[in-house]
C-alpha cells in the first residue's frame, strides 16, 4: 500500500509510519511508501524505509555516496551499489535496496516484495510484488526468469497481475518504463 500524504499534517515522524505499518498489517496489507509527502515526511518516510512514489516529488536528503578512491576498480565500486539476496524471498518479506539495484539468486514467493530504488534482476520465478525505480528512476527495469507476478512497478508506474500480458506469463521477460507506459518483453 502506498500512502498519499496530500494535506496531512501528520506522518513526520518515523513512530507514525511504524504505527501505520502494524495497523494495516492487522488488515494484512503492506505499507511500502509515500507520495505526495512534504520534505520532512520523506525524511521519516525514508527512515521507516518506505519509498516515495512521486516521480516529481522532492527525495529526502542522503549523505553523498563517496567517490571510489583512486586506483579502485569500477567493478567494486559497482558491486557496493548492488545488494544480492541468494534465499528464497517468503511471503511476507519486504527487501528493500536503498539506492542500489537488487539481485535475487532465488524465487521470490507470492506475498513477498521486493523494492529497488535502481534496477531488480530475479533469476527465479517472481510470484510477489517487484518495485522497481523506487526513489524516480524512469531508466530502471525489472528482469526475471520466470513472471508470475503480482504486481510490477517501475517509478511509481504499476501493473497487477491481471493487466500482465498473459502472453508473457511464465517466460523470461524484461520490464521497462516506455512513454509512461510499463511493458513487457521476452528476453
Known sequence: ??????????????????????????????????????????????????????????????????????????????????????????????????????????????GAEIIADGNIHVYGALRGRALAGAGGDVDARIFCSRLEAELVSIAGRYLVSEQLPPEQQGFAVQIALVDERLTVTRN
Do not use: W
Open 1 to 110: 500500500m502506498v500512502l498519499d500524504l496530500k494535506d496531512a499534517a501528520e506522518f513526520a515522524h518515523e513512530a507514525e509510519f511504524a504505527g501505520a505499518r502494524e495497523i494495516l498489517h492487522r488488515h494484512t496489507l503492506t505499507l511500502i511508501g509515500v507520495q505526495n509527502a512534504t520534505p520532512a515526511q520523506l525524511e521519516a518516510a525514508a527512515g521507516s524505509g518506505l519509498a516515495s512514489f512521486a516521480p516529481n516529488a522532492p527525495q529526502p536528503t542522503r549523505s553523498p555516496s563517496r567517490e571510489p578512491t583512486r586506483g579502485a576498480s569500477p567493478v567494486a565500486a559497482a558491486a557496493a551499489k548492488t545488494r544480492l539476496v541468494t534465499q528464497p524471498v517468503r511471503s511476507g518479506t519486504q527487501i528493500y535496496a536503498r539506492g542500489a539495484d537488487l539481485v535475487v539468486t532465488a524465487a521470490v514467493s507470492p
